[in-house]
């Protein structure tokens, strides 16, 4: 899951497409019959998170997104009934996506994605390329694109979304139980003594997370500190030397491993004097609760909070009960 949030920019390049939207506008007229003005009469212009014009029918009812998180978001916001189609790697909620079409995104199957007709396709900059808006555009959907530096964009996201989808009341409640139960969290952790923490993605090669990154942000709320926090790329690779001179309290992988200080260890075995090999404190979390900003990254903090300080009475984690 992690090249899903590794910058996409320079690979997507506005020229590779230009032939295929060509193509797929052509065959869109054809089968239509109306040319490229096929979405709804725009009825409003918002400004998305690059700084975009983008013109929003008044209702919005059927929604495409373009990256799993936001499949998660639009939900959270009560948008559930407005999706159409979701990506080939999303998973949740199972009940809700596993009856949906699947369109390829990294390309965007242009040709595909226009077939179910969305009046507001949904992208994200940590996953899609801004060039990818410009096709769609000429085709007369609207794309609108989101941004998650920290972990409040993803609170703001959900209102955004219901704002998008007039669903205001729905995600307005969402969001502030995110916020209440994020904020509870932050506040029962105070006071806790805070153990040096690395979070790995990669077991084999070091693949962790940067400065830019929220994840910083669950592990001090679920009481920790991060010692990646100071790297100024936002998906450093960290060496051998560094986790041996960092020397962490507690290593949290985002891949699987049933015995993962073992496994740690079979990989790096000069890592034997590293305090959370020395300790067994190495776990594992699902990858989709920390590194997907989503609804979800609230239950990923807490999940970081019972693994840090398992002897201490934590506050439960929110139910999102999501369709």
Known sequence: ??????????????????????????LFALATGAGCDTASAPDRTVTDALGRSVAVPDTVQRVVPLAPNLTELAVAAGGADRLRAVTVSDNYPP???????????LPVDYEALVQHSPDLVLATDQVNSPGDADPLAQM???????????????????????????TESDAQARADTLRRAFD????????????????LVGDETLYAFGGPSYVHTLIE????TSITDHFESAAPTLSEEFVLQEAPDVIIGLFEAEAPTEHLLRLHPTWDVVPALQNDRV??????????????VVQGAYRIATLLHHDRALPAPPSLRLP
């Open 1 to 26: 899951m992690f090249q899903l949030f590794v910058k996409m920019r320079d690979f997507f390049r506005l020229c590779r497409f230009a032939p295929l939207a060509t193509g797929v506008v052509l």
């Open 283 to 296: 776990y594992t979390v699902d990858a989709d609760l920390v590194s997907r900003p989503g609804p979800r």
């Open 140 to 166: 007369g959907v609207p794309t609108y694109f989101f941004s998650f530096d920290a972990v409040d964009d993803i609170f703001t996201s959900i209102e955004t979304l219901g704002t998008l989808m007039r």
């Open 95 to 105: 009940a809700l996506v596993d009856t949906l079409p699947r369109v390829q995104t």
């Open 184 to 199: 509870a969290l932050r506040t029962a952790t105070e006071s806790v003594p805070r153990p040096r923490v690395l979070m």
């Open 221 to 224: 709320a679920a009481g920790g």
